[in-house]
């Protein structure tokens, strides 16, 4: 092993951030929102990042119309 001392320094002592819950960290400001992983077909997708871009709205709003007027339209 080497004497050699090294260059790393520690940041110098800073106040921690204050840590928000995980509500906090996921709300919007509107309704609370939860978080989940799609997959999905590469052309689906291909095709709806394009109208998301065409439309200038993101593709999460998109996605969320859809799903609204789908479980609204198949009501048990």
Known sequence: MSD???KFQPPA??????RRSMQEAFHDGE???TMFTLRMNSD????????????????KEI????LRT??????S
């Not at 789908?70 to 009501?75: G, R």
Request: hydrophobic share 30%; no cysteine; aromatic share 2%.
């Open 4 to 6: 050699k001392k090294s």
């Open 13 to 18: 002592a800073t106040k921690p951030a204050a």
């Open 31 to 33: 309704e609370p929102t």
């Open 44 to 59: 689906l997708h291909r095709r709806l990042k394009l109208r998301a871009v065409t439309e200038g709205r993101p593709m």
């Open 63 to 66: 996605l969320e119309d859809l």
């Open 70 to 75: 789908y479980l609204d339209e198949n009501k």
